[in-house]
């Protein structure tokens, strides 16, 4: 096939509002290269969420309840990412001096830790609350090979960090009415801005989102993360006066929609 | 072993406030902040409502609410834009820092007063009489502290923004108001994302930029402070007194 048009067809509204499976439309990019393949996979996009076969997450109440279920399944995403790339050794243990596994090893205790707080916050895992893990592919049928090419592994953690940052604030109105769980939720949130700006600056970015840029080496296809963060007016105060836009974007983050979100996780789910 | 470089402020054993009067070369006993519950001849029948910020006693107060709670950020943003500016402008700037160091601190120095002025200009246009509700521009005194050391900016910097994160993550549950709330969670994941670049400065090949002594260790949960907590940690730099009666 003309593999130059089928990815030009991907701005193609009309592809992107196909019933086509995820499986078939990745089967698509067998024969072309990773990182070819990398940077055509939209996140979120339609045309990939009519999976045939997925079971898909679907977007939470907008309620205390519904904020920490919606959190334990992103921490499940992140915490069984962490764990399959120390099992797998994609991090590379002389990197940096050994500190690449350090953050690495940090990291995934923080979203082991998230997890069980979160299980126990919801009544535990036989409580009506609960929700159990879903099943994950971080391959996503085979496109990505984050266990074994670490660029790969570093671009979707950073992904994953700066997408929990975003998740949770978009979270903070679901629990202004219960103080001691919006409190934790913030507690978590802040801990996940810690990662994000360590793993990006292992990456050699800044620690912090420029306007609405994903950064040098990360797949378009992340660009789902990044929509939304050049935001320079806040409370309408203009941000970018006193130094610019990029340095006003900074100092801020976004939120994400919980449906946004989702639409990023479902990615990841089969 | 990388712990032989380490410099005496980041022993993880102490907390981000004995770091900080440590760095301060001020102690508690110095401070300019009369905190909740230092006096009881509040002139309530006044000023009856306690969640605006102004003079009480002769003494410019916090207030409580919303209104408190960003009058109280208003103060530390302007204690984080003032380090910075001097740490920008001290002379050695440029020989003592890195590029990268100097890079980061050049990023936090804008978004600090960027933080600072937004707070400025966000309570100018909701407080009901800004000429005396909102807090004045505050002077700040740094002690000993050596804008021309490497060691004592960035552990100084390092105690400021744990110190704010931990203070957005305990006022968040003060805040009534969900567009409020937003703006503090925007705030906040950009000074932790400060907090650890500069940890990862200081101790590069560690996992300091979330470590042990800030993050529990059961839990995965970063630090929350009432601002009963923070104030008196932010007063070893404030030397404009004012009060925050009505803040937990």
Request: charged content about 20%.
């Amino acid at each position: 096939m003309n593999i130059l048009k089928f990815i030009e067809s991907f701005t193609d509204d009309n592809l992107m509002n196909s019933t086509g499976s995820r499986r078939d439309s990745f089967s698509q990019f067998g024969n072309i290269g990773k990182n070819l393949a990398l940077a055509s996979i939209p996140f979120g996009l339609s045309a990939l969420t009519n999976k045939a076969f997925a079971k898909d997450i679907t977007a939470t109440p907008a309620t205390p309840i519904g904020a920490l279920q919606f959190a334990l399944t992103l921490e499940y995403l992140e915490n069984e990412f962490y764990a399959m790339a120390l099992d797998s050794g994609v991090i590379p243990a002389s990197e940096n001096g050994g500190r690449d596994l350090k953050v690495f090893q940090q990291i995934a205790a923080h979203e082991s830790d998230h997890v069980k707080f979160l299980i126990a916050g919801l009544g535990g895992s036989a409580s009506a609350n609960f929700v159990p893990k879903p099943t994950f592919d971080f391959t996503v049928g085979g496109a990505f090979n984050p266990f074994g090419d670490y660029p790969t592994f570093l671009a979707l953690a950073q992904a994953f960090e700066d997408t929990g940052v975003r998740a949770y604030k978009g979270q903070a109105a679901n629990l202004i009415t219960t103080p001691d769980l919006l409190t934790a939720a913030l507690q978590i949130h802040s801990v996940e801005a810690r990662h994000a700006s360590e793993v990006r600056r292992l990456r050699g970015l800044k620690g912090w989102i420029s306007n609405s840029e994903r950064g040098a080496g990360m797949p378009a296809a992340t660009q789902a993360v990044y929509d939304g963060e050049g935001v320079t007016m806040q409370a309408g105060f203009n941000t970018a006066t006193a130094f610019g836009a990029a340095a006003g974007s900074e100092a801020y983050d976004e939120p994400l929609t919980t449906q946004q979100v989702v639409d990023i996780a479902n990615i990841f789910i089969v | 072993m990388k712990n032989e470089v380490k410099i005496h402020e980041v022993d993880p054993s102490l907390n981000s406030r004995r770091s900080f009067l440590k760095l301060s070369g001020l102690t508690l006993a110095t401070t300019g902040l009369i905190l909740a519950g230092c006096s009881d001849n509040d002139n309530d029948n006044d000023m009856p409502d306690t969640s605006l910020p102004g003079i009480r006693n002769g003494v410019f107060d916090l207030g409580s609410g919303d209104f408190g709670v960003l009058t109280y950020a208003y103060a530390l943003e302007q204690l984080e834009a003032d380090f910075y500016t001097k740490v920008v402008n001290a002379s050695s700037f440029n020989t003592v820092f890195s590029s990268l160091e100097r890079e980061v601190l050049t990023d936090l120095y804008h978004h600090e007063v960027v933080h600072r002025d937004f707070f400025k200009a966000a309570l100018t246009g909701a407080l009901p009489d800004p000429s005396s509700q909102l807090l004045p521009s505050l002077a700040f005194n740094y002690g000993s502290l050596n804008f021309n050391s490497r060691t004592e900016v960035l552990a100084t910097a390092k105690a400021l923004e744990d110190t704010g994160v931990a203070a957005y993550n305990g006022a968040g549950k003060l805040i009534k108001t969900a567009d409020y709330l937003l703006l503090a969670g925007k705030i906040v994941s950009v000074e932790a994302r400060h907090a650890a670049a500069i940890r990862s400065l200081i101790n590069p090949n560690s996992k300091d930029f979330a470590g042990d002594d800030i993050v529990n260790m059961s839990t995965g949960l970063d630090d929350a402070k009432d601002p009963s907590k923070i104030l008196p940690i932010a007063a070893g730099f404030i030397t404009t007194k004012f009060t925050a009666k009505y803040l937990p």
